[in-house]
């Protein structure tokens, strides 16, 4: 079974703090995205990328960054967290081929106090 | 702008009556549609892929409809378990990209015993 890993379910952190989330895939996946979920929003992508080193914007990236050093791990990354990156944070990865389905992680639940 | 509608925030059923929910979407031209569903406190986890020239999709007790020209899809349940309950997302990728996914904000199902 394909394994999306996040490193942590709950993460409390203060204003101003940089804050890492970590993912990690099992399947060889070429395809790994960062998504938030609020109430009646929705799912909403942050950042994706299709390779190693390489990375793009999705609909909300603006106070995000990422990292793909290795092909399995992707890390967003908080530079400056702010209570309204309150979220629950999904991770998913998938193939490159296009009707590749998602697989996701169990999600990080963050507080921003 | 490219919009996905799922109808009803929340729909309540009888156990083994049928569910349908509703994806309906605009401004879009999706080669394919993908239908997951997400208990509490989970990530989404993948049922249903249905692509533009097939009309349905079965798989055990879920069919899958799409209509490309009402630009709508469904999504039923026959004979519900109180076990079916659960959010239920609609996700088409973005026109011009199709290794992204777009997601809905999902139809929380409750099945009565």
């Known amino acids: 079974d394909v394994k999306v890993t996040q490193s942590s379910r709950y993460l409390v952190k203060r204003t101003g703090e940089k804050v890492f989330l970590e993912c990690v895939q099992d399947m060889d996946h070429e395809n790994m995205f960062w998504y938030r979920q609020d109430p009646g929003l929705g799912l909403r992508l942050i950042y994706f990328s299709y390779d190693v080193k390489m990375k793009e914007k999705g609909d909300i990236p603006e106070g995000y960054s990422v990292s793909r050093e290795k092909k399995e791990r992707f890390s967003l990354i908080l530079e400056s967290a702010s209570t309204n990156q309150t979220s629950m944070y999904l991770c998913?990865?998938?193939?490159?081929?296009?009707?590749?389905?998602?697989?996701f992680g169990s999600g990080t639940q963050l507080s921003v106090l | 702008s490219q919009k996905i509608e799922q109808n009803s925030e929340a729909l309540n059923i009888q156990e083994g009556k049928t569910a349908t929910l509703t994806c309906n979407y605009t401004n879009y031209s999706p080669a394919y549609l993908q239908w997951y569903r997400q208990d509490p406190g989970r990530g989404p986890v993948f049922l249903l892929l249905i692509r533009e020239n097939e009309k349905e999709k079965r798989k055990e007790r879920l069919k899958v409809t799409f209509d490309t020209t009402l630009k709508q899809s469904l999504f039923h349940i026959t004979a519900s378990q109180p076990a079916d309950s659960a959010t239920y997302l609609c996700?088409?990728?973005?026109?011009?990209?199709?290794?992204?996914?777009?997601f809905g904000s999902g139809t929380q199902l409750t099945v009565l015993p």
């Open positions: 998913a990865s998938s193939f490159a081929d296009k009707y590749e389905k998602l697989f």
């Open positions: 996700a088409l990728p973005p026109s011009g990209s199709a290794r992204q996914l777009t």
